[in-house]
């Protein structure tokens, strides 16, 4: 597959630099690039078993405001 991005001056003189030093070409030094990004688990869809995703239940509405509201409802929940 051929791909072609328009890169800014500045990282493409970064680019050129980081292959003369490590002895690769531009598409090499892309691609090893890409292949990290999508092993990274940042590049990865989010995994759902982590304890904190879907841990609020709201509609995301006014968040900061009802927050106080909110914590005093679970707690006497819990505390009774």
Not at 4 to 16: F, G, H, S, Y
Request: hydrophobic share 30%; charged share 35%.
């Amino acid at each position: 597959m051929t791909l072609t991005v328009r890169l800014p001056p500045r990282i493409e003189q970064e680019l050129a630099e980081y292959c003369v030093k490590r002895r690769l070409t531009k598409s090499q030094a892309v691609k090893q690039a890409l292949e990290e990004l999508l092993r990274s688990p940042k590049g990865r869809a989010p995994d759902s078993r982590h304890p904190f995703i879907g841990g609020d239940k709201g509609d995301g509405s006014d968040v900061s405001g009802n927050i106080k509201a909110a914590l005093r409802a679970r707690f006497r929940k819990h505390g009774r």
